[in-house]
Structures are given as C-alpha cells and as structure tokens.
C-alpha cells in the first residue's frame, strides 16, 4: 500500500540558510500534518492543512512557513535556519471515509532529518 | 509538564515475557492512538481507540482506552526481539482536530 512520502530523507544546511521539506500525502488523503521532533523527544505538532487551506497552528516559528498544493502534496519552507532547528521533521496524512485506510488516522511518513551546522 | 504522561519510560524484557505500557492523561480523549519507532525513523502505526472501554488487537498488540477515555494501555503478549522500539502514545486533545500531543515514548528492549 502506498505510504507518506517526504524528501528529501536527510538534510545538511548552514545556519542562516533556507530549507524546503516536501511530502506527499497518501493517495485520496486531504489533510496533511507537520511535526517536529528534537533529539530524544516526542514530536511536536507544527501546522496542519485541510483541503489545501491552513486548518490549524501549532508551535511553528514565524521563519517557517508551509502550503498545501492543488495535488494535496505539502511544503514546509524555513528560513534563516538556527541550530536549534535540527530535528526529525515529519509529515502525517489523514484519509477520508471510505479510502484506502483507517478513518480519522494519522500516517506519519518517514521523516526528514535536517541538520543544521 | 506533559499532558500526555507514559510509563514505564523505558523497559527490558526476556523474550516471551508479556508487558504493559500505560499512557494518562488528566483531560478526556478524543482519540488515542498508538505508534511505534525505531530510533530516528518514522512513526509506525500500530492502532487508534476512540470510544471509551474500547479494546483493539493485532497479532500479540492490544490496547485499551479505559470507560473515562483518560488512561490507554498497550499490552504485548509474549514479546520478541522485533518488538523492540520506541512506542508513543498520541491524542487528540480537542475534539477530532487531528492535532495530536505525543507522550514521551516507551523505549522497549527484548533480550533473546
């Protein structure tokens, strides 16, 4: 079965620089979740999309930003990156009712490991 | 303070030996949802309970959400090495927002 894609897997960037992360929802699914997780910790809800409109907002800086497309896939932009940023970022998709997976579930995909030097 | 409150937070078993993880939370529910990761990968879904005194299994995983829908528990029967990892419980605290607040993981060793 088809799972959340996100790339890139890993990412290497200097402090100050700018960072897209991408993720590809599974197909049929309309709600797409971004997440955080620092080292050894639990994940961090950052902002969620529904119907390619923001539908919630976590703790996400204001140097990040994201959308969801026309395809349903999402980006998630940083920018002016600090160290403190690197961290395990995923994505998670929800499905719709009578799709191809458990109503009202959260598929989380593999995650991008961005570092920041 | 964590909202979500796991225990134990790490735990070593003898392969075949059954354990539990418990997941509370002073708030009622929404939904509760179990995962499971490996160290720096992502989160594996392992089951979600929404109704309270709800019961799910699958293959030697079961969890339950007690009547109050505030305390979860993940039961594993006869354990074996491939059921090392991390495993977090997550919540929906609003109402089927679908934002969910994670606990702090189980990290889950099984000596052969």
């Known amino acids: 079965a088809a799972g959340v894609i996100q790339s890139p897997r890993h990412l290497i960037k200097e402090k100050r620089e700018t960072a897209t992360l991408k993720c590809y929802p599974i197909?049929?699914?309309?709600?797409v979740y971004w997440y955080q997780q620092g080292p050894g910790q639990d994940p961090q809800f950052l902002i969620s999309f529904y119907e390619k409109m923001q539908s919630d907002k976590g703790s996400i800086p204001d140097r990040f930003s994201a959308q969801q497309f026309s395809d349903y896939h999402s980006e998630l932009n940083m920018s002016s990156l600090e160290l403190g940023d690197s961290a395990l970022y995923f994505c998670a998709s929800k499905g719709l009712a009578g799709g191809p997976s458990v109503t009202d579930t959260q598929y989380f995909g593999p995650g991008t490991r961005l570092t920041v030097l | 303070s964590q909202e979500l409150e796991q225990s134990p937070q790490s735990l070593i078993v003898q392969e075949g030996k059954n354990l539990t993880i418990n997941c509370t939370s002073s708030k009622t529910l929404y939904g509760l949802y179990w995962y499971k990761q490996k160290y720096g990968e992502g989160l594996i879904f392992l089951m979600m309970l929404q109704k309270g005194g709800e019961e799910k299994s699958h293959e030697k995983i079961t969890a339950k959400l007690d009547e109050k829908k505030q305390q979860s528990s993940l039961h594993i029967t006869a354990s074996q090495p491939s059921h090392a990892g991390i495993y977090l419980c997550g919540a929906d605290m609003w109402g089927n927002t679908g934002k969910l607040i994670f606990g702090q993981g189980t990290t889950l060793q099984v000596k052969p």
């Open positions: 197909p049929r699914h309309d709600t």
